[in-house]
């Protein structure tokens, strides 16, 4: 098989790897912030849950929580394993990039100066009004390296879909090593995993300096 | 009539008794400055005043209407809509505590339109002549990090301004400045002061306290250890704890 014949057959996967990595984000980077502000929360059960769900998530595999997400239905309940494999391969993702956001949020929020608070409090924001308008703004800024971080590791999470067989473009490159015994396909996806994140850090640079019009 | 009346204000911290029982009454127009040792309870009396914290025992009321009640079992209450009451006050923090991702017009502008709801272009125009006459017209569209610790001083007190308060509370506006920017805000103050804004202070600057209050009161010991007309209790104090704090100034 030819090095082109290769290429052309693994970007038939890479709309899926795309799908993988956008929904995961569109998912995650909101339920973080609803995971952080319960890993917050004032009521000590709520928090102490939420903080060992998060270490559960953090602490095993993401292989084995897409493989439990997939399969588990059909072991525990008799539910046939979905067909469409990027539900499970998506929620899997979703939930565990979640956790590490939260906790990068969490980091984010409490970093920013009780002044701050105070100053709004005595100005009579409301609670939303203070986080949205004062709070959140100060915390992106804050966060975004750290979350640059977390999206361009999940460029390359993204072939960890394998697993369930999810034909992304990591998934096909395999296919193709193990019936060719050839290298190649490996050689290619790297390539392409570092042309993605090269984009990834391109749009976050321009992010950041969109933000950079004051110091804190 | 009284802007402000607290009366037999008690708070501790953990077991630590900071606040012991004060009383403590501001009129319309009249300038109050608190001066006292560190960790004597002045920062804390103004942060009760201001509903950053919450008093153990006592009274406070704004412009006669009451903050603080007592309920049938005696249990200390606070009035459900905090908010009504911080229509009344603001405060000039320390170390400024301006919006950073705000400009200067925005940082003053800001709260009078999102939580009084007023028109734009009026608060905008209100905001600008305040700027213009804090000499800081020029500084309109700069963020906070652009200006000197003094502009930002003073635009915090355009912040509070901009809330058309009744009464204005400092915390100590000059303590995070270097000594040369002091002046400048000082001479806002007593600009306002001038105009009969009703204001208290929490300072180290005994001449400027003596300048420009009407009244002093002293805080030791989480008491009022003294409380009168600057000359009284400059010029020739008979209480012995005022006479010792002050010759600790002037060495």
Redesign the interface.
């Known amino acids: 098989m030819s090095l082109i014949t290769i290429i052309l057959k693994m970007c038939e996967g890479l709309g899926k790897t795309c799908a993988i990595f956008f929904l995961t984000l569109l998912f995650s980077l909101p339920l973080g912030m609803v995971i952080s502000l319960l890993r917050m929360s004032k009521n000590k059960i709520i928090s102490k849950i939420t903080q060992f769900a998060v270490s559960v998530l953090r602490g095993t595999p993401l292989m084995l929580q897409l493989l439990a997400v997939t399969y588990g239905p059909y072991y525990l309940f008799g539910v046939s394993v979905s067909r469409n494999k990027l539900i499970p391969v998506v929620i899997a993702f979703a939930i565990n990039y979640a956790a590490y956001f939260s906790e990068i949020y969490r980091g984010g929020i409490e970093s920013i ?1 009780v ?2 608070y ?2 709004a ?6 609670k939303a ?1 203070t986080f949205i ?2 709070i959140l ?2 915390v992106v ?1 804050r966060i975004l390296p750290s979350v640059t971080n977390e999206i361009v590791t999940l460029v390359k999470d993204t072939s960890i879909a394998f697993t369930v067989s999810y034909q992304e473009m990591f998934t096909i490159g395999k296919q193709i090593a193990n019936s060719q015994t050839s290298f190649t396909p490996f050689l290619v996806a790297g390539v392409f995993y570092y042309i993605f994140n090269a984009l990834v850090g391109f749009v976050m640079g321009i992010v950041e300096k969109s933000m950079s ?4 | 009539m009284n802007v402000l009346k607290m009366t037999d204000i008690k708070k501790s911290f953990g077991g630590n008794e900071v606040l012991k029982g004060i009383s403590f009454h501001v009129d319309k127009g009249e300038v109050v400055s608190i001066i006292g040792t560190s960790g004597g309870g002045k920062s804390t009396l103004l942060r009760c005043a201001t509903l950053l914290e919450t008093i153990d025992d006592g009274t406070i009321s704004y412009m006669g209407e009451d903050v603080t009640y007592y309920d049938q079992n005696g249990k200390l209450c606070y009035a459900k809509d905090l908010n009504h009451f911080k229509k009344f006050f603001g405060l000039v923090f320390q170390n400024f505590n301006l919006f950073p991702h705000f400009s200067v017009l925005k940082n003053v502008m800001d709260a009078p339109v999102t939580v009084q709801g007023r028109d734009k272009a009026e608060v905008k125009e209100e905001c600008m002549k305040l700027l213009n006459k804090m000499g800081l017209g020029d500084k309109a569209d700069a963020y906070p990090f652009e200006l000197s610790g003094g502009q930002q001083q003073r635009v915090s007190i355009v912040r509070a301004l901009a809330m058309k308060p009744d009464i204005l509370f400092f915390d100590e506006p000059t303590s995070a400045l270097d000594p040369e920017l002091t002046g400048e805000v000082l001479k806002v103050i007593k600009a306002l002061a001038d105009e009969k804004m009703t204001m208290v202070i929490v300072t180290h600057e005994m001449a400027f306290a003596k300048a420009v209050s009407d009244r002093v009161v002293f805080i030791d010991g989480g008491i009022i250890a003294e409380e009168g007309a600057p000359e009284e209790v400059f010029g020739n104090t008979k209480n012995e704890r005022t006479k010792q704090f002050l010759q600790s100034y002037n060495d």
């Open positions: 100066s002044g701050q105070e100053a409090t005595i100005l009579g924001y409301s009004q308008r004062i703004p100060q800024r019009y004051y110091k804190q």
